[in-house]
């Protein structure tokens, strides 16, 4: 079991910067596929970046690639999202996600993450 919790949103300009993090509880963060996808309101979950158990291989939606990393730091079990040049349609509520996984290769679809934190709102004005 393991718990995430989201923190980093807000409201930014567009061309500007925000960096989200996702603090994992429990001793296996290293354990685990992590994952970042939004959500705009009437629509599904879309995959944003994943990161490997180790950290050393990503992925990336085409929509973000050159604006987006993610990152992790097993050592503090936290996963972050760094987000620049920032677009409005940007704006959605993100959420991080965590997949225990015996693979070390990243993960685009929902519907294989185990846990899902609550979601921090990412607002972009133009």
């Known amino acids: 079991q393991v718990q995430l919790v989201e923190s980093g949103g807000g409201l930014v300009q567009a061309g500007g910067s925000l960096r989200l993090s996702c603090a994992a509880s429990?001793?296996?963060?290293?354990?685990?596929?992590m994952g970042w996808f939004l959500q705009t309101p009437g629509k599904e979950r879309v995959f944003v970046a994943s990161?490997?158990?180790?950290?050393?291989?990503?992925d990336y939606a085409d929509s973000v690639k050159g604006r987006f990393t993610i990152s992790r730091d097993n050592a503090k079990n936290t996963v972050y999202l760094q987000m620049n040049s920032l677009k409005p349609e940007d704006t959605a509520v993100y959420y991080c996600?965590?997949?225990?996984?015996?693979?070390?290769?990243?993960?685009?679809?929902?519907?294989?993450?185990?846990?899902w934190g609550q979601g921090t709102q990412v607002t972009v004005s133009s």
């Open positions: 996600a965590a997949k225990f996984s015996s693979l070390n290769l990243p993960i685009t679809d929902p519907r294989k993450y185990n846990y």
């Open positions: 429990g001793r296996t963060f290293s354990s685990y596929v």
């Open positions: 990161i490997t158990r180790s950290g050393g291989s990503t």
